[in-house]
Nanobody
Framework: QAELVESGGGAVEPGGSLRLSCTAS????????VGWYRQAPGKQRELVAD????????NYVDSVKGRFTIWRDHGQNTAYLYMNNLKPDDTAVYYC????????WGQGTQVIVSA
């Protein structure tokens, strides 16, 4: 079973930026579209961005459009999420997975946006 390892989270002030990384072991990650998901305290996990297998098509939830950018590196079996102009509502634990979700969830990376 593939392992997903997310990193890059942290605490930033509103308006700040972070770049998240997700590295996968195994071959499954490179066979599917990939998504970044987040789960805020007391809320359901939601998909915030996804990228197609070939990397040419991306989608974003309305709340992050224009602020987040997803991309992937097949050679490194890694997906990235650049988050700009962060807002307090972006506070959550961020996870990556295939889309649909076929792999076990990793530990996620915590993002806290607060003044």
């Amino acid at each position: 079973q593939a392992e997903l390892v997310e990193s890059g989270g942290g605490a930033v002030e509103p308006g700040g930026s972070l770049r998240l990384s997700c590295t996968a072991s195994g071959s499954m990650f490179g066979r599917f579209a990939v998504g970044w998901y987040r789960q805020a305290p007391g809320k359901q996990r939601e998909l915030v961005a996804d990228i197609s297998l070939d990397g040419l098509s991306t989608n974003y939830v309305d709340s992050v459009k224009g602020r987040f950018t997803i991309w992937r590196d097949h050679g490194q079996n890694t997906a990235y999420l650049y988050m700009n102009n962060l807002k307090p509502d972006d506070t959550a634990v961020y996870y990556c997975n295939t889309k649909p979700t076929y792999l076990s969830w990793g530990q996620g990376t915590q993002v806290i946006v607060s003044a």
